[in-house]
Every structure is written in C-alpha cells, then in structure tokens.
Nanobody
C-alpha cells in the first residue's frame, strides 16, 4: 500500500516562499515519477511539476523559474520549493505518484493535499 503524506503548506505573503514536502511509503520509491499537482477553487487540478526516478524534471509554464522540484531517493521524499509566490498560486497542493514519464497528469496514488494561500 502506497501512502503519500504532504507537509509545509500555509499562509504566505505575495513574493514569499514556501517549501512543500511529501513523504512516501510503500513501493520502490526510486523507480517512480513523482509529481506535485494543485487545484484552485473552481478550477481543474493541474500538474505543477514532476520528477522522474532519475531526476529529470518537468514544469508547468506558469511556475517555470519560480518552483523547483527535487527528490531524495534515500529518504523517500519529494519536495517543491516555491519562490516568488503570487495570489494565483493559491490552491490545494497534492503529491502524487505519476503513472509514467513523461507525466500526463494521471497518477496512481495521491496524498491528502496541503493548502497554500498567498495573501497579504
């Protein structure tokens, strides 16, 4: 049974930074592509960033240059460093184990989500 547990969300002012973390258990972590998705109120869930088992990365255009995804295969964790945050980044962020590389937005396992709110 794969479990994904996110942490690190919260309230941040515009221009600020947050770091999200996801701890995975079950399965062979290093074999799988991991991703971060987000869903804002009234909008569809979107893939924000993904990282393959070998460390290749992919970002949504809206976050390129501001967000960085990383993973530690020894600790079974995947992180999302978010800088220069704006109100448009407000959403629930979900950690996911993607079905494939390159990712197409479909995932086999999801975390429970963590709220990120960007507001002054």
């Amino acid at each position: 049974q794969v479990q994904l547990v996110e942490s690190g969300g919260g309230l941040v002012q515009p221009g600020g930074s947050l770091r999200l973390s996801c701890a995975a258990s079950g399965g062979i972590f290093r074999l799988y592509t991991m991703g971060w998705h987000r869903q804002a109120p009234g909008k569809q869930r979107e893939l924000v960033a993904a990282i393959s088992g070998g460390g290749n990365t992919k970002y949504a255009d809206s976050v390129k240059g501001r967000f960085t995804i990383s993973r530690d295969n020894a600790k079974n964790t995947v992180n999302l460093q978010m800088n220069s945050l704006g109100p448009e980044d407000t959403a629930v962020y979900y950690c996911a184990r993607e079905r494939a590389w390159p990712p197409d937005g479909r995932a086999d396992y999801w975390g429970q989500g963590t709220q990120v709110t960007v507001s002054s």
